[in-house]
């Protein structure tokens, strides 16, 4: 069975600095791969994924992943964080209809 | 227009009575689901639907029923509520089994 690991419950950033969230898989075959974010209150939203191709997928609010197969990784990050981005960040795996997510990693940006 | 939007947002009640979310989706999805997420934010997956017909039934307790009257929309009927049911529900739709799904606002649960 697929699982998705996310190693940093909380993660604290300055605004303008970067940010990495990282995310471990285990899967048998190639995974489909998800960043999907929740902020206060409200219902998720996919932030990129990554299904084969290019292992560096760009995605919306200036948000970029990159897969690697030799590590079971797809970690997120963000060159320069803005205070909109505080949230919940769950990756997730999908081999099929199952999506299967991370606990997720909790954003807070200080000013 | 909302393209995932369930009512109502928030529920609260007693132990023991039966309680309905209803869900629909106006994206044109044939793929429904109903994921819980608990205190500790944690999401998983219940239930999911493909063209009505029920795909995924993760080891959820009988009390919990969903219906799919048609493609667009997915309700889930709680009877005889628990304190452990207490969380938000979300559901979310997508086309086929590609994991991009998109979620409702979400409705928050609260069993006293």
């Known amino acids: 069975a697929q699982s998705v690991t996310q190693p940093d419950i909380h993660i604290t950033v300055s605004e303008g600095a970067s940010l990495e969230l990282r995310c471990n898989y285990s899967?048998?075959?190639?995974?489909?791969l998800f960043w999907y974010v929740q902020s206060p209150g409200q219902g998720l939203q996919l932030l990129l994924k990554?299904?084969?191709?290019?292992?560096l997928v760009q995605g919306i609010k200036g948000f970029e992943a990159e897969f690697k197969r030799s590590q079971s990784s797809f970690n997120l990050r963000k060159p320069s964080v803005h205070w909109s981005d505080a949230a919940e960040y769950f990756c997730?795996?999908?081999?099929?209809?199952?999506?299967?997510f991370g606990a997720g990693t909790t954003v807070t940006v200080r000013a | 227009d909302t393209a995932v939007s369930q009512t109502p947002k928030y529920l609260v009640t007693q132990m023991g009575n039966d309680k309905s979310i209803k869900c629909e989706q106006n994206?044109?999805?044939?793929?429904m689901y109903w994921y819980k997420q608990d205190s500790k934010k944690f999401l998983k997956i219940m239930f999911s639907?493909?063209?009505?017909?029920?795909?995924i039934n993760e080891t959820v307790p009988n009390r919990f029923s969903p219906k799919s009257p048609d493609k667009a929309h997915l309700n889930l009927h709680i009877n005889s509520l628990e304190l452990g049911d207490s969380a938000v529900y979300f559901c979310?739709?997508?086309?086929?089994?590609?994991?991009?799904?998109?979620f409702g606002e979400g409705s928050r649960l609260t069993v006293l």
């Open positions: 979310a739709s997508s086309q086929g089994a590609n994991g991009e799904l998109f």
């Open positions: 899967y048998g075959a190639t995974p489909y």
């Open positions: 990554y299904f084969s191709g290019d292992t």
């Open positions: 997730a795996v999908a081999p099929d209809y199952k999506l299967s």
């Open positions: 994206l044109g999805h044939d793929t």
């Open positions: 639907y493909n063209n009505k017909e029920l795909i």
